[in-house]
DNA sequence: GACATCGTTTAGAATTTTCTAAATGATGGT
DNA sequence: ACCATCATTTAGAAAATTCTAAACGATGTC
């Protein structure tokens, strides 16, 4: 019985490990870090709140470093603090319902990037509308310089509208 | 007439600047790297398409990595290739249709990006399907596993289906 | 209130990523 | 065919990021 089930319980536990790695790939190609889907993909995991020497055991990292990821996904709503009783240390959990991850945590933070690239694209909207002269460029090349800002701020708008709208219920 | 349009002509240049810091800014901060949003901000202000050199000269920076820069926007269909009648250089311009930057160059790769992940989670499950016992882990905590791995793979389902279907259209 | 245990901060080490100079390859002009 | 000029590749430098050990602060325990 034992002996049988140890092939197998092998093979999972590194399946685990694959699977901590790629949520470590995953949240590194999109530009977040590698770190925070490893720590996610483990809690994902795991039915058991962990505490954060133990997140630091399994992912082989510092506390320090455990620490400040957490931090990073409790911002995101990816993850809880959940108090043990008689235990003062403090253990995680995943948040499952990704539709909370995704409206609380991710979009806000996508909003806040573009935000910021969209009051540049009106910042320069308006100082070119009160330059009618130019010497690198002609008239006409400056129409088309002003449309093509327009254009691009009309896209923020709607790409910041969507973000904003009830797409995710949509989604999840 | 010239002295006054001298103020706003260095302001408006300054804005430009700007801009183009901006557009770097927001590419990484979506983890796509500091240039290749320099480089599309510049182009995309640019009326008339700019040689390799040209971009090297302007966001000073390396020939080597304007070449290697371009080519990534190129990949993205966020740049073009326009001949210039004699003269052998390779001049580039902007794709200022954004929805054909998005729908060709920016939805593929973040599929892509998705399928790696996708695949992994079908792989932890299949694994799980064979794996009753653990030392580990409870029956029922097994349950619990699985279920979550279950919803991960809908929700990437879900997610690519969306990413491929017509979205795109709808939002521009 | 001193001690023990935990989480956080921070200064700097280690790693990764980005960038460039130089070499190479490719192409057109003479 | 040779030279001149351009784009690309690559090996290694430079810069940015990530990580950790140690110091610190906070909180509960005896």
């Known amino acids: 019985m034992q002996e049988a089930s140890m092939p197998s319980q092998v093979s999972w536990t590194r399946e685990v490990r694959r699977f901590i790695e790629a949520g470590g790939n995953t949240t590194h190609a999109f530009g977040l870090g590698r770190l925070i889907g490893r720590m996610f993909a483990l809690l994902y995991l795991s039915p058991k709140p962990y505490s954060l020497e133990d997140i630091a055991t399994h992912l082989e990292i510092s506390k320090a470093s455990a620490s400040m990821t957490i931090r990073q996904l409790e911002e995101w709503h990816a993850v809880r603090h959940v108090p043990v009783e008689g235990d003062r240390r403090d253990f995680y959990e995943a948040e499952t319902e990704f539709r909370i991850i995704v409206k609380q945590g991710l979009l806000p933070g996508i909003r806040k990037k573009l935000a910021t690239a969209g009051s540049q694209i009106h910042r320069t909207l308006e100082a070119g509308a009160t330059v009618p002269v130019s010497q690198d460029h002609s008239p006409a090349e400056i129409q088309i310089i002003k449309k093509r800002l327009r254009?691009?701020?009309?896209?923020?708008?709607?790409?910041?509208?969507?973000?904003?709208s009830r797409l995710v219920e949509k989604l999840l």
């Open 151 to 164: 254009t691009a701020a009309n896209l923020h708008k709607k790409l910041d509208g969507l973000l904003s």
